[in-house]
């Protein structure tokens, strides 16, 4: 399987690490559902460590007997993320942003966006004031509100309403 990026996800077993709760909330979500590129069998973890040395120290210096990459769930365009020379070579690093926020597709799904889109609000200011939803970024919330379903369609949503740099990945290009 590969993703949109043209990463061949076939044969590897992916670290996911993801950024916040909600990032966190979406993967689990997509991945039981068996949404994602790849299946959930073929999953080393998924985790809320970001950097590159934790990563390593935790996950890429046991022996695995296939090939390993990260994928990064974030909101950050700017987050530096470098393995050391050790690991650069040996493990593929692919990242899926969710700029500004992943809260957007809350907006996206509860049909905010034209409201929200060119104010000022950071997005999930606007859950919290407009939508009433004041536990946006809790796990309880997050795993009540979504379904793989709505989910998938707010990602694709996501994807064609935003103007994502070329060659950028989004949740919507981590989904079958």
């Known amino acids: 399987m590969s993703g949109d990026n043209g990463f061949h996800f076939a044969g590897y077993h992916p670290i996911i690490s993801c950024e916040g709760t909600a990032e966190q909330a979406a993967v689990d979500i997509l991945l039981e559902a068996d949404a994602l590129v790849f299946s959930e069998a073929d999953v080393v973890d998924v985790t809320r460590l970001r950097k590159a ?15 390993v990459c990260i ?23 692919v990242s899926y942003v969710t700029h500004p ?19 000022r609000m950071k997005p999930s200011d606007f859950c919290k004031q407009e939508l009433g939803m004041h536990e946006v970024k809790r796990e309880g ?11 998938t369609a707010a990602a694709r949503e ?3 309403l935003s103007k994502i740099p070329k060659g950028e990945l989004c949740l919507a290009d981590l989904i079958r």
Not at 53 to 67: A, E, K, V
Not at 78 to 89: D, I, P, S, T, V
């Open 141 to 151: 919330f997050l795993k009540s509100y979504w379904d793989a379903d709505s989910l």
């Open 101 to 119: 926020e992943i809260e957007v597709l809350a907006i996206i799904r509860e049909g905010s966006w034209r409201r929200w889109h060119g104010g």
């Open 71 to 93: 994928v990064r769930v974030l909101d950050s365009r700017k987050e530096r993320f470098k393995l050391g020379n050790l690991y650069a070579g040996r493990f593929p690093v």
């Open 53 to 67: 040395s934790d990563i390593q120290d935790n996950y890429l210096n046991l022996d695995y007997d296939w090939p």
């Open 158 to 160: 996501y994807k064609r």
